[in-house]
DNA sequence: AACGCTATGCTTAGTCA
DNA sequence: ATGACTAAGCATAGCGT
């Protein structure tokens, strides 16, 4: 209750670079929020100039959302249609945006390279299995690169805040639901860990690298 | 020029019902820079949030206006790839243009955070490559108890830290290196993208918890 | 997490040059 | 029409509860 300091006032918005939002919390509680707002101006715009508009969206996880303002198949039919009809003839007809948009992308892209904070996971591309008989992580960790480090270290990062949702969920005895562990501490209630989970080999791989 | 009447000011932006702009001119007009700048904030999102974006629109005219962050067709491709399968629960299905508009997403919007947050959890779908050998990430995390979920964590634990440990090797090496976070998170900065670690099924089976 | 608040950036209806 | 400008509505980052 009591305040620190009067001189704390709040912030009112920022301004935010465009390049990918790193705070996983701050990233999923947005994304939700500025999706529906695209969406309800998509809405906006089919009312109020008679447009037929249909949003696809695959989330960074590949999670699919879409809007439509009408059965979503017949529009995607219809572009389709359009798509394959008429080629690079009609002005109004971009497979991109338009020319300020390629504007646009060039330059999130030296963004991009400047400060290259994008995901590696998100430029991943399937890489030939290495040893058919290996798990992932018999890969060597010592010998790793710098890139290879990044992914494991990314999704490390995911499944421990992925696993301490759960956990939170079996705490709080809740049957289902997104939670956002406090990605912190991973201090559980006790237990006798005599009951050890189906990752023997897991566990033997760690002992190399336990001291 | 002189302005002769101090009282009559400009008007600033008003606030519009949400229907069909009748004034033909002025609808033109407003269209394709509201149109344009959807675009710009579906491409923000792009980057913000490492989505994937495809925005088909027709004109009232029938003229089609598209945007996407990459090819489309395979944006479209994957929708239909995808919509076929999960029925329609990240939908946005607005039908009707009317006043009624704002109940309806509201109502949307809760339906979406149901079956967002049922799905994030219990979609646990097919996997291409997780046919039946078992990996030991494919335990379903959903079903462990929490004996189990300590094993985890402690586990994880101990290879993150691992990792950590051969991070901070690295970068002692790297001149160039520079850890982006403060301690709690181990996301690096820099490195180029083209060589991927070797975890395409610890990767996909990440993807399944994200949001 | 889910709301709620504030201050401020962003959008845009209407007008004028 | 084009484009600029104004002012008010709207969106939203960061913080608090």
Known sequence: MVKKDAEKKRMGRQKIDIKFIENKENRQVTFSKRRTRLFNKAADLCVHYDASIAILTFSRAGR???FADRDIDSI???FVRTHSDQEPSNTHYPNRPNPLMDDYFRLVKDLE?????SSALAHRKNMPNSGGSGFWWDAE?????L?????????LERLRENVAERVEEVQKGWSQGEVCAPS???LLVDSDTSNMAPLPEFLDFLEQYEF
């Open 147 to 155: 890139d290879e480090l990044n992914s494991w270290v990314e999704a």
């Open 76 to 78: 995607i039919h219809r």
């Open 64 to 66: 699919p959302y879409a």
């Open 113 to 117: 390279e400047e400060t290259t904070q």
């Open 184 to 186: 912190s501490s991973l």
């Open 141 to 145: 960790v010592d010998s790793l690169g």
